[in-house]
């Protein structure tokens, strides 16, 4: 009797340390989801962590425009003009130039058809890239992000921003 007691308590605290060691591997241990794969691996760690290059750099219209921008192929060989020149990717950037055409990064940040987001109002507003994007100075590749209107609408309620959905939004 005690030792059939033994092992059904034994086998409770086993499926209860496997169902904890799964809890942990799948909340903490699961890899990242990684964005979309991009025509040339594009490191934001290198250019906005280790080079300190400004978001503003690359994204150049993101203070005076409803869109960001990407940067243009003459954008990149502004410096790898100089910088690792012969690397595989930068020649893979070096053949985009050649041939006129714009690289075709992938979108990584995506909204609905029917949004209309201003990039302006929010850097004029001093809200920073990292509030919405986060430290993607850390990042190698950046995660593909969906928005989802709650995410916006508890943002502007925490800064007292404009709800009004046709004025703000879905203009």
């Known amino acids: 009797m005690a030792s059939t007691s033994n092992r059904l308590a034994l086998c409770a605290l086993a499926a209860i340390a496997a169902s904890l060691g799964a809890f942990l591997y799948f909340f903490y241990l699961w890899p990242q989801p990684k964005g979309p794969e991009q025509p040339i691996p594009f490191s934001h760690n290198v250019h906005s962590g280790i080079k300190q290059i400004q978001c503003q750099y690359c994204h150049p219209y993101v203070a005076y425009s409803n869109f960001p921008g990407m940067p243009p ?91 009004d959905c046709w004025l703000t939004c879905h203009n």
């Open 73 to 163: 192929v003459e954008k990149c060989l502004h410096c790898h003009n100089y910088i690792i020149v012969n690397h595989p990717w930068i020649r893979k950037e070096h053949e985009y130039a050649r041939q006129g055409v714009s690289t075709p990064w992938v979108k990584v940040n995506v909204i609905a058809e029917h949004v209309f987001f201003n990039h302006q109002r929010h850097v004029n507003r001093e809200v920073a890239c990292e509030e919405c994007h986060g430290e993607v100075k850390a990042s190698q590749r950046l995660p593909q992000k969906l928005w989802r209107m709650g995410e916006c609408i508890t943002c502007h309620q925490k800064r007292n921003a404009a709800l």
